[in-house]
Nanobody, 116 residues
Framework: QVQLVESGGGLVQAGGSLRLSCAGSRIISGINQMGWYRQAPGKQRELVAS???????TYVDSVKGRFIISGDSAKSTVFLQMNNLKPEDTAVYYC??????????WGQGTQVTVSS
């Protein structure tokens, strides 16, 4: 069973930066989409950033200009650079990879806490 392993979460002051990393426990073939979701307490999980075929990325409006998604589908890795963090960015962040056959893989989640 392939697992996605996340790292990089933690506690940071508002205005600070964090870089989240996610890697498959082995190379997953056929990955054509990668993304990051987050879920804050009492809220639904939301898609923060996504990228298709290592190409153009899309972002939720609240993080545009502050977050950058990157990754390498051939290496089954995805990253999220988060800059100018705000308290409202506090959430558990989940990485996800999707194969061309429609199989979704999820990370275990990593806590990001931004203090004011």
């Amino acid at each position: 069973q392939v697992q996605l392993v996340e790292s990089g979460g933690g506690l940071v002051q508002a205005g600070g930066s964090l870089r989240l990393s996610c890697a498959g426990s082995r190379i997953i073939s056929g990955i054509n989409q990668m993304g990051w979701y987050r879920q804050a307490p009492g809220k639904q999980r939301e898609l923060v950033a996504s990228m298709i075929n290592n190409g153009r990325a899309t972002y939720v409006d609240s993080v545009k200009g502050r977050f950058i998604i990157s990754g390498d589908s051939a290496k089954s890795t995805v990253f999220l650079q988060m800059n100018n963090l705000k308290p409202e960015d506090t959430a558990v962040y989940y990485c996800t990879l999707r194969s061309q056959w429609g199989t979704d893989y999820w990370g275990q989640g990593t806590q990001v806490t931004v203090s004011s």
